[in-house]
């Protein structure tokens, strides 16, 4: 029996350590796969990001630091950022853009459809072309002003752009100037 014991006391010393080294080696494999993974992560921001593909002949084809790789994604998604946000407010241009031709093309169909309903009617008093002109004129002085004042992120900010465009640039005194102003420009590019 004394002879188990020690054959036992032998076995069990040996587990012991196997456990130790076992545990350090899943230890150390795991950490690994962790290096492993932030250098992938790594070597992935490198061939995305544009900045970080461009060779500094001085350097040569040496890799990026970690540092150096962080600060060009970090100088690159701002980068994205701000076009982001130029594109975004492009868009609400064109919608303004859009908007406003919309209400113009309605305004000249309607003018097309009363001169056909009425195609004699005041024939030889103004050309169509001077309306044309005067209409055009005053359109195009409402149309800048309206752009510049109209924002059209959602129908709430477009409505409340709206009835504030209205009372500063519709007032009877200001519609007054412009169709005079328009009245004498058309004037003296007859004359």
Known sequence: PRADDEDSDYQQEPYKESYKEQRRRVHTQAE????????KGYDDLQAIVP???????SIGSQKLSRAIVLQKTID???FLHKEKKKQEEEVSILRKD????KIMKVNYEQIVKAHQDNPNEGKDQVS???KFNVFQGIMDLLFQSFNA?????????LSACVFSWI???????????IVIGVLHQVKSQLY
């Open 76 to 78: 690159y998604i701002q």
């Open 167 to 177: 009372e500063e640039h519709c007032k009877p005194q200001t519609l007054r100037d």
């Open 51 to 57: 900045t970080c593909q461009q060779q500094d002949f």
């Open 98 to 101: 859009v908007m406003a031709l």
């Open 149 to 157: 004042s109209i924002s059209v992120g959602s129908f709430q900010e």
């Open 32 to 39: 690994q796969k962790r290096r492993d993974a932030i250098k």
């Open 128 to 130: 169509d072309q001077i």
